[in-house]
């Protein structure tokens, strides 16, 4: 069994910074992408930013340059460094990994509990 654990996720005031962490932990034969997306109340599912094996990343228009996204191979960990918050960051923010197991031969997309965060002063 697979899974993904996300934390870092809380109350800070507009302009301050939060990191979130994700980590995949189980039977894993390799992690390809790995990201993060982001519901708010009364809207959709939204992509953040992904990043790839190579450290490839891509990101939505509404973060760029104030959120960075990192991984550690090793750990099977994703991390977001999201700087100069705005209230509209307000929202659950879900990892999201396409891992393989050793039992699988495909990719399976994976998809962590969720993590609050909100921005209010």
């Known amino acids: 069994q697979v899974q993904l654990v996300e934390s870092g996720g809380g109350l800070v005031q507009p302009g301050g910074s939060l990191r979130l962490s994700c980590a995949a932990s189980?039977?894993?034969?390799?992690?390809?992408?790995m990201g993060w997306y982001r519901q708010a109340p009364g809207k959709e599912r939204e992509l953040v930013a992904t990043?790839?094996?190579?450290?490839?990343?891509n990101y939505a228009d509404s973060v760029k340059g104030r959120f960075t996204l990192s991984r550690d191979n090793a750990k099977n960990t994703v991390y977001l460094q999201m700087n100069s918050l705005k209230p509209e960051d307000t929202a659950v923010y879900y990892c999201?990994?396409?891992?393989?197991?050793?039992?699988?031969?495909?990719?399976?997309?994976?998809w962590g509990q969720g993590t609050l965060v909100t921005v209010s002063s």
């Open positions: 999201n990994a396409d891992i393989r197991t050793y039992s699988g031969y495909d990719y399976r997309e994976t």
């Open positions: 189980g039977s894993i034969f390799r992690v390809n992408v």
């Open positions: 990043i790839n094996r190579s450290g490839s990343t």
